[in-house]
């Protein structure tokens, strides 16, 4: 069973994307049935606690994160009263949840949003949203010329119940997800309630979702370089998280908040880290990281060196629902991940990498604080990137012009027995094919053909995570530098435990240890090859 303590500090937590988890039904999309039949698998992988992407009724404009209710479950997936038997089952196996909240937007069929356009300009409604009028004599141009998170316009106009042309709304992503008025109090007063919501449900902690986007400037100022962002990570953010911390202090069992904030500015990141605030965010500066040592090394320190002010737990991040699987961008030529570089059609060799993630896993579970595993990453999964034109279905290939392929190549379905698709994904016999389709390439890749294996990225984190549940020097607290050449990290983690990671193109001698505890790929004569990490039993200092 789970116990009542800051397990967020240390804990590795899977991302589970219902959609393409496991699907219990036949109809070719995941759902909780699928999830509760297989944690086993993530019990038996030893993580502490999983985080499930939304699941709530939606149109699906963005994949779930258009939400029209935060306390029910979309029928595609099941119903409230499963979700609350996953929750029971997966803490009599000693698992965690975590539900993610999606508080910038919501969807367009939320019942607010239709009240405000079904009741004219003078809805009471109006003000839970950013209703304005457009410019020009005619209203014809919109409020601001924003730029919005999917790239492309910010506002859509609307029609007045008369027909006429009428006010426009403010989406910073698609725009069938209005963005909530923060200013409101009853929309800070609803959102407290879905947390009570959820935490009453036993849920272990709430993930936020574009966490730095709530507040905006209500003057509407174009963006300018010398002046304060009117939507990005305003000072007023703070407030709201101060109030959601209240919350989640009233409820025993340690329960966590977790935000997604995309900063480049280390020290306004970690402001969202005070004792008062989130317990922890996502550490995208190691996610997009290159596979380069002095990169990688600047990029902890940066990060230790953030969070050790406020007193919180570093978290490290390799991939998720939105970017490039790392098999995928590590065996490129440019390593790093970035939005506005994601292209197709860049060559990739997978066997690099595919040793590389096999290193980065160990290095990621070795660093001080919490990680995260996407589903499948623990499987070697590569980014999809052959996905036909007309299956795909993420708004950002079209909103930018079909110039960014999108975030479908990271959710396709997962494969857990078989050589040929569904892969186990869905039952025997199922009537309908995954709702997007899976390699044929996989069947080397499953769950059942991985099991058993030595050398399979399976049980390389089966192992790893086995292993990180019983080193005390593992998980939260701090490390060491140790003495080594340019291209390899090494640190020290006490009592007695050393992480190498060689980012060189030649073998570098090992240093004196007592044991190997666990490797990446094979040694050789006691000598770590490139793109290899290796974990060591020292002698304690």
Known sequence: MVDSSPWWRSAVIYQ????????????????VAGIRSRLDHLAALGVDAIWFSPWYPSPMADAGYDVADHRDIDPVFGTLAE????????????????????????????????????????????????????RGPDGDLPPTDWTGEFGGPTWTRTTDPDGAPGDWYLHLFAPQQPDFNWDHPRVRAEFEDILRFWFDRGVDGIRIDSAGLLVKDGTLPEVHP???????????????YR?????????????????????????????????????????????????DAAALRESIDGTLGAHAPVDAPATWVLSNHDVTRHVTRYGRADTRFSFAAKREGIPTDLELGTRRARAAALLSLALPGAAYVYQGEELGLWEVEDIPYALRQDPMWERSGRVDPGRDGCRVPLPWQGDTPPFGFSPDGAAAAPWLPQPTDWKDRTVRAQTGDPHSMLELYRAALALRRAEPALGDGTLTWLPAPPPVLAFAR????????NLGAEAVALPAHDRVLLASGPLHDDRLPPDTAVWLRTRPA
């Open 16 to 31: 589970v994307y219902p959609r393409s988890f496991a699907d219990g039904d036949g109809d070719g999309i995941g759902d």
């Open 83 to 134: 979700v609350e038997a996953l929750i029971t089952e997966a803490h009599a196996l000693g698992v965690r949840t975590i539900v993610d909240v999606v508080p910038n937007h919501c969807s367009e069929a939320h019942p607010w949003f239709r009240a405000a356009l079904t009741g004219g300009p003078d809805a009471p409604e109006r003000e839970l949203f950013w209703f304005r009028p457009g």
């Open 226 to 240: 010398d002046r304060p962002h009117p939507f990005h990570d305003r000072d007023g953010v703070h407030d709201i």
């Open 243 to 291: 109030a959601w911390r209240r919350i989640a202090d009233s409820y025993p069992g340690g329960r966590a908040l977790v935000g997604e904030v995309w900063l480049p500015d280390r020290q306004r990141f970690a402001d969202y880290l005070r004792p008062d605030e989130l317990h922890t965010a996502f550490n995208f500066d190691f996610l997009g990281c290159a596979w």
């Open 494 to 501: 006490e009592p007695g435990f050393a992480c190498l990671v």
